[in-house]
């Protein structure tokens, strides 16, 4: 068992019944599975409480689901890619982004090793992964593909924070291991930089694209100009070079602005890349909950001043939503703010003060413009290793 | 810790159908799309059944059957057999989902009635291994009758109300650690009187 745990056995075990009733607290669930993630002794209670469940279960009635049902899942399962094996891969994209080989989990009894094959991304036998197994029949996984919803989800935050709970336990030995061995956020850097890398190239691009365009106004207005001078010049030929001109001038405006976004980025995340390699920054990785996905992330809390959230390799989402950004602090969540993620799914956001007490960071998809109180489950989810001090470690700017 | 279910459904001997829960479940794991809709079959009327018992509308159950068996399809890898039942590791997690639906409805929700609808007939095999198929829900419920008043309140406040326990105990007037105890109390009972006893002593 390891000393970061607040719970000894004897209290895990006095919870077992709760646990598998799902009537305790979410801060509470997240303990007990805490517990149960690193704890390398048996617990046979959860699993017996757990069989009494299944009878309770059977007492309701036997009701046949809505046909349609059937037909609407099956599709939603043909379309839904399944977690290929473990929680290891819900780490895998942030492992492979972050840590490159250079962590190993070691807690005895509750972590298991890679087996060969499952995480072909990661240099062989370099990285460990703790095991759910613990948690047994008892604990339901209830992390979804957000697209293979039918339309706008009921669930919500209790779902979230469920889910979000289930994720920072199976992380959380790996969490401790990693806080403790990149302590200096080289790994967290190199992503960051990869990221400055990307905005630049992309700015690059915008701009060589923005280049050939401006040559090609200027050859447009210089046959409108020649046009003009000949008599025998149509007037649908130049109010087709006008047209033209229009169009391109529209486009131009485009890269600028694509271009003025991207020095956004690139700037934000040079000051995000300078405050995760400040001394006493509160970074929580960002881990992806879906194993489809590749987008990873971090949040960065600077000992003063605001905080910074990246993201890398988001999927695109409809045009009616948005992702967004969620301070959990002992399980409630207030608005970080909107994310738009640009070309190759990267997106940040800086000038965070996060409330007090926030322990955890969290993204959803949500309907455009943001919404109050997270309706989704998370996308990406990460936890501090420390909570916000009342008083903030940052300040609103 | 359940006995193999080969031979829950003998009237289909071929075929998916005749393979138990946990045999379905490692075949789902590799992507077969023709055991996990065995396993809708085989559970859909349990899932949608405790589903519309906790959550008392139709569609929101059915939105809990398709997020819990969508996760179903998309876990099945990190089903392990030795940890529970294929069925109790289904329900558990419609359970959970159902629970997430109406605590989030909350708290504008009426709770689920106490009062139990009548029992409908049993239509399919009921396939709950740990008793090896020998109880259904009226036999389980007549269980959960034998249990002390406040003890069955706790349970079913928890289980099908989706109270926590502090809600309980502000609900019930009764202490944290009373509510605790009469639960876990009256889970163990409710093994006991199951007749579960033996067989998780074996499992250890």
Known sequence: MMATLRLDCAAADDLAGLFVLDALAHDETAEVLDHLATCHKPHASFAEMAAVTGALASSADLVDAPPELRARLMAAVAATPQVMDDVKTVVRDDVEAVVRGEVQTVSPGAVQTVSPGAVQTVSPGAVQTVSPGAVGGAAPISIDAARARRGPSRMGWIGLAAAAAIVIAALGAWNVSLQRQVSDAQGEVASLQQAVTTAQQQATDANAQLTGLRTQVTDTQAQLTAALARADTSDAQVASLQTQIQDMQVQVASYEQQIAVADDRVALIGQAVAAATTAGSNIATLASTSPDSTAAGMAIFPASGTGYIMVEGLPEIADDQTYQAWYIAGGTPTSAGVMTAGPHGLAIVGGLAPISGTDTIALTIEPAGGVDQPTGTPVLVGKLPAAVALGGATSIQ | ?204
């Not at chain 2, 109790?88 to 359970?95: E, G, K, L, R, V």
């Open chain 2, 1 to 204: 810790m359940s006995e193999p279910n080969d031979g829950a459904l003998p009237l289909t001997p071929a075929g998916s159908a005749a393979r138990s829960d946990e045999e379905l479940l490692t075949a789902a794991a590799s992507g077969d799309q023709e055991c996990i809709a065995h396993l809708f079959d085989r559970h859909q009327g349990s899932m949608y059944g405790l589903a519309l018992r906790i959550t008392n509308d139709t569609m929101l159950a059915q939105d809990v059957v398709q997020e819990a068996f969508l996760g179903v399809w998309r876990n099945a890898a990190r089903f392990e057999a030795s940890k529970a039942s294929g069925r109790t590791w289904i329900m558990s997690i419609t359970h959970h989902r159902a629970i997430d639906a109406i605590r989030r409805r909350r708290p504008t929700m009426e709770l689920p009635e106490s009062e139990m609808p009548p029992p409908a007939a049993l239509t399919i095999p009921d396939l709950w291994e740990e008793v090896a198929g020998r109880l259904d829900a009226g036999a389980i419920r007549t269980a959960l009758e034998r249990l002390s008043a406040v003890q069955r309140q706790a349970i079913e406040l928890a289980y099908f109300a989706g109270l926590t326990q502090q809600e309980i105990a502000e609900r019930t007037s009764a202490p944290l650690g009373t509510v605790k105890s009469r639960v876990r109390l009256g889970l163990l009972a409710l093994r006991e009187e199951l007749g579960m006893g033996t067989h998780a002593e074996v499992r250890g």
